[in-house]
Antibody, heavy 117, light 109 residues
Framework: QVQLQESGPGLVKPSETLSLTCTVS????????WTWIRQPPGKGLEWIGF???????SYNPSLKSRVTISVDTSKNQFSLKLSSVTAADTAIYYC???????????WGRGTLVTVSS | EIVLTQSPGTLSLSPGERATLSCRAS???????LAWYQQKPGQAPRLLIY???SRATGIPDRFSGVGSGTDFTLTINRLEPEDFAVYYC??????????FGQGTRLEIK
């Protein structure tokens, strides 16, 4: 059964760049679109962006100037970079798989990233 | 931007009762692009319903979804103890491509 696993630093300093990777356990990264979603502690869900296997992306306009999502099909991974972070970027970051009608059927367990000096 | 407004914010019910959760969109959305998720504390969201009314794999038939245009509903019949959680609706459309409702907390009365 395919699984997604987020990895990366749990603590990032203000103004620095948050970097996370999502590893897809089987070879299906070349078959689907993938996405990052975040959730501030105790709050709701916010979509960050999509990427497909060719590297085409779509980002939330509210984050677009600071976000880069990339894919490495040779490693079965896709990644998130969020620059110039502030405390408002503290959240649980989830990676997920995108299905045909743009819903998310498979999620990673999430990783908490705290922005603090 | 399409805003999804969920109501009520909190719903208090007893096991065995029926829960009716609402998701209202600020603009008409395609029923193909409306999904519902369940999230329990400390867990990732879990897909329940996609395309307004199709149950995801492994979701029991006590969960059902209906709706069109701007009004969508998730109904949970015969509530089980494990159903008490937070529920989110989600849509795909124009920029920003994806938005979520703010969530409905279903709590045990």
């Amino acid at each position: 059964q395919v699984q997604l696993q987020e990895s990366g630093p749990g603590l990032v300093k203000p103004s620095e760049t948050l970097s996370l990777t999502c590893t897809v356990s089987d070879g299906s990264i070349g078959t689907y679109f993938w996405t990052w979603i975040r959730q501030p502690p105790g709050k709701g869900l916010e979509w960050i962006g999509f990427i497909d296997y060719s590297g085409s992306t779509s980002y939330n306009p509210s984050l677009k100037s600071r976000v880069t999502i990339s894919v490495d099909t040779s490693k079965n991974q896709f990644s998130l970079k969020l620059s110039s972070v502030t405390a408002a970027d503290t959240a649980i970051y989830y990676c997920a798989r995108v299905r045909v009608y743009w819903f998310f059927d498979l999620w990673g367990r999430g990783t908490l990233v705290t922005v603090s000096s | 931007e399409i805003v999804l407004t969920q109501s009520p914010g909190t719903l208090s019910l007893s096991p065995g009762e029926r829960a009716t959760l609402s998701c209202r969109a600020s603009q008409t959305i395609s029923s193909s692009y409306l999904a519902w998720y369940q999230q329990k504390p400390g867990q990732a969201p879990r897909l329940l319903i996609y395309g307004t009314s199709s149950r995801a794999t492994g979701i029991p038939d006590r969960f059902s979804g209906v709706g069109s245009g701007t009004d969508f509903t998730l109904t949970i019949n015969r509530l089980e103890p494990e159903d008490f959680a937070v529920y989110y609706c989600q849509q795909y459309g124009s920029s920003p491509r994806v938005t979520f409702g703010q969530g409905t907390r279903l709590e045990i009365k």
